[in-house]
């Protein structure tokens, strides 16, 4: 992941490296809903490219980074090599800004990396929100039952709590007569507490996710699909959210108006999506409202028709795009790039190249050694 490489000089004697230099102290702000997988992919990271991290897990389990630390020291890592801080955040914006931090890698919510690189002055990449987006396109309705399911887990497993969840459908006029949207419903009602296929939303409360509900039915021409209450016989204090896995229809036109889109494309950190549907001469709507969105992380064409792949991929800029039948939202980037696109700011995950831009930088070493033995002293310029 280091490796030099090396350029000619314009003249006998020069030649160029070109090297990937570590930044030296850098600091990790990781989120809570991935406590193990997020963090240990940026630090490993991290360390791999010769940096020394400090390591801010989030304070509500800031324990299992803690053990995992043990588990490295025990494998022979040096305890001077990583620092663990467990604290809240105005305690890590300090440590940031006093000590001599050159880089910070910031996970989470939009308003925290709009701070931090306010206050860093821009010494931070973020891997922050991301309303996600997935299109069925007009092929492939046979395979309906996977789609739906798929659908229902990129939509509300972990009770949406992820950065990679399915925030809107698009979906064709095909789909949607074919019966998808009953069956994600019927998906979705299978959901509960006791199996903790629901569960507790821990950034929004549930009158804050109902409000949102019924801000976007005062949109003409929408509806509640399936959804929208409070579950039933649960003890979740009033802090957290406690909802129904729930998706609201919003029609395309209506959607793309400057009154409500700003509304529609509110991320929802939970068990809540917008749905819409779509004709054929209604792809470039899509395509328009995809473009508009300014999170661009992560998103889906669910479709085998090769034109119709092209259309959607040459016109949209999601970091991590997945395209084909088989195509979702969410998924650990076992072996590919997982990140936002379109932001010099973004953060990438999970491969070499993520690793390389976001815990080093480039370094140029011009070597220039031999003067011409027929050198004289030219005119001065």
């Given at each position: 992941?280091?490796?030099?490489?090396?350029?000619?000089?314009?003249?006998?004697?020069?030649?160029?490296?070109?090297?990937?230099?570590?930044?030296?102290?850098?600091?990790?702000?990781?989120?809570?809903?991935?406590?193990?997988?997020?963090?240990?992919?940026?630090?490993?990271?991290?360390?791999?490219?010769?940096?020394?991290?400090?390591?801010?897990?989030?304070?509500?389990?800031?324990?299992?980074?803690?053990?995992?630390?043990?588990?490295?020291?025990?494998?022979?890592?040096?305890?001077?090599?990583?620092?663990?801080?467990?604290?809240?955040?105005?305690?890590?914006?300090?440590?940031?800004?006093?000590?001599?931090?050159?880089?910070?890698?910031?996970?989470?919510?939009?308003?925290?990396?709009?701070?931090?690189?306010?206050?860093?002055?821009?010494?931070?990449?973020?891997?922050?929100?991301?309303?996600?987006?997935?299109?069925?396109?007009?092929?492939?309705?046979?395979?309906?039952?996977?789609?739906?399911?798929?659908?229902?887990?990129?939509?509300?497993?972990?009770?949406?709590?992820?950065?990679?969840?399915?925030?809107?459908?698009?979906?064709?006029?095909?789909?949607?007569?074919?019966?998808?949207?009953?069956?994600?419903?019927?998906?979705?009602?299978?959901?509960?507490?006791?199996?903790?296929?629901?569960?507790?939303?821990?950034?929004?409360?549930?009158?804050?996710?109902?409000?949102?509900?019924?801000?976007?039915?005062?949109?003409?021409?929408?509806?509640?699909?399936?959804?929208?209450?409070?579950?039933?016989?649960?003890?979740?204090?009033?802090?957290?959210?406690?909802?129904?896995?729930?998706?609201?229809?919003?029609?395309?036109?209506?959607m793309l108006k400057d009154e409500h889109f700003s509304a529609v494309i509110t991320e929802i950190f939970g068990p809540f999506q917008v749905v819409t549907s779509?004709?054929?001469?209604?792809?470039?709507?899509?395509?328009?409202?995809?473009?508009?969105?300014?999170?661009?992380?992560?998103?889906?064409?669910?479709?085998?028709?090769?034109?119709?792949?092209?259309?959607?991929?040459?016109?949209?800029?999601?970091?991590?795009?997945?395209?084909?039948?088989?195509?979702?939202?969410?998924?650990?980037?076992?072996?590919?790039?997982?990140?936002?696109?379109?932001?010099?700011?973004?953060?990438?995950?999970?491969?070499?190249?993520?690793?390389?831009?976001?815990?080093?930088?480039?370094?140029?070493?011009?070597?220039?050694?031999?003067?011409?033995?027929?050198?004289?002293?030219?005119?001065?310029?």
């Open positions: 992941m280091a490796r030099s490489f090396g350029v000619p000089g314009d003249h006998y004697g020069q030649f160029s490296n070109g090297h990937r230099w570590p930044y030296g102290a850098v600091a990790i702000v990781a989120p809570f809903n991935f406590p193990l997988e997020i963090p240990v992919l940026q630090l490993m990271g991290s360390l791999f490219m010769g940096n020394k991290p400090v390591l801010k897990p989030a304070e509500k389990c800031s324990l299992v980074m803690e053990q995992f630390l043990h588990l490295l020291h025990d494998c022979g890592m040096e305890k001077k090599d990583v620092d663990l801080l467990n604290c809240q955040g105005p305690v890590a914006e300090k440590l940031i800004l006093d000590a001599d931090v050159r880089l910070t890698q910031f996970t989470g919510s939009s308003r925290v990396a709009d701070r931090l690189l306010e206050v860093t002055k821009g010494k931070v990449k973020i891997e922050d929100a991301g309303f996600d987006w997935k299109i069925l396109g007009p092929d492939g309705v046979d395979d309906l039952d996977y789609v739906a399911y798929q659908c229902d887990q990129d939509a509300y497993a972990c009770a949406g709590q992820k950065c990679s969840a399915e925030s809107i459908l698009f979906a064709h006029d095909n789909w949607v007569k074919a019966g998808l949207f009953d069956k994600i419903k019927a998906n979705a009602s299978r959901r509960s507490l006791d199996d903790l296929t629901v569960a507790p939303v821990l950034t929004q409360t549930t009158k804050s996710i109902l409000d949102h509900t019924n801000r976007l039915l005062e949109i003409p021409g929408s509806k509640l699909l399936f959804g929208g209450k409070e579950l039933e016989n649960h003890n979740i204090p009033e802090v957290y959210g406690a909802v129904e896995p729930t998706a609201v229809f919003v029609p395309l036109t209506e779509f004709s054929d001469d209604e792809i470039c709507h899509v395509l328009d409202a995809c473009e508009r969105m300014s999170h661009h992380l992560t998103a889906a064409v669910i479709s085998n028709d090769v034109e119709f792949q092209t259309t959607v991929l040459a016109h949209t800029v999601n970091g991590t795009t997945y395209a084909g039948r088989r195509a979702r939202t969410t998924g650990a980037p076992q072996n590919h790039w997982f990140g936002p696109a379109g932001d010099a700011r973004g953060a990438g995950i999970g491969t070499p190249e993520a690793i390389k831009m976001v815990w080093s930088c480039h370094r140029e070493i011009i070597f220039d050694t031999t003067i011409p033995k027929d050198w004289t002293q030219p005119k001065a310029t």
